[in-house]
Structure formats: C-alpha cells, structure tokens
C-alpha cells in the first residue's frame, strides 16, 4: 500500500513530512525489476496525483537502482525533473519551469517508446504542456 501523505510538501507553503513516511521506499527496490518496487509505485502515484515533491523523494532509489547511462536511468531522471518542475509550476517559478523541462526533455530523448512500462511519447507530451503553461 502506498502512504499517502495528508497534504503535498511545497517549499515556503506547507511543513515538510517526516522522513520516515518515505524510509521504506529506499529499500523496496528490487534491482531486476525496480518497477515492481513500492518506491517506483508510489513514485507514479504521486505524480499523477499532484505529489511532485513526494514523487521525487520516491523516485531516487529508483534511479540510484538504474544502471548508469541506460534508458530505464534516463527516464526515471526525466520523471524527477518533471516533478520538480511541476513542483516550481506550483510555486510560481516560471524560470526554473523552463529549465527543469528542459532537462526531462534532455532525458527523455535517450529513451525509446516505451520503458519501465511507461509511454514515453505521452511523458514528452507532459513535459511540453507544463512547458507551455509556463512561458
């Protein structure tokens, strides 16, 4: 079961969770398979549910679990600087909206159509909607 926190985290706005909410998804990763982890799990939960700062603190294992340079890496990077993008949207940093985008694109172009289960075609489409939404 995914924990999910009462409120999403946004930096200046609202109290930063435990970190113990998140303790678990550092050792869920299973290496064969990470989509199969909670991190990995609750990761995607969380982006499509407005969690972009809990998104990102589940994601890492994940990535640090990738093996360098791979496209399973480079996506699960794009996923983080989504978040994190999505995460300066809500904050009302148009700036670092463009960067963060800039840099999921970057990644997102390593991987084919689909990885770790994923579509990359509607993520790149993500990626360029919060992009528009910020210029």
Known sequence: MIPTPPYAYIPGQT???DQ???AEF?????LDD??????WQAGLHYLENGFF????????????????????RHLVQALIQFANASLKALM?????????????SEHLSFC???VMGQDVRAWRQK????RNLAV
């Open 92 to 104: 009302q940093r148009p700036k670092a909206v463009l960067r963060l985008c800039d840099i999921a």
């Open 127 to 130: 990626v360029q909607q919060l």
């Open 34 to 39: 990470p989509t199969q982890s909670l991190a």
């Open 53 to 72: 700062w809990e998104a990102h603190e589940a994601l890492e294992p994940v990535w640090m679990a990738t093996r360098p340079n791979s496209v399973e």
């Open 15 to 17: 109290p930063r969770h």
């Open 112 to 114: 084919k159509d689909h």
């Open 26 to 30: 550092s050792t869920s990763v299973d």
């Open 20 to 22: 113990d909410l998140f």
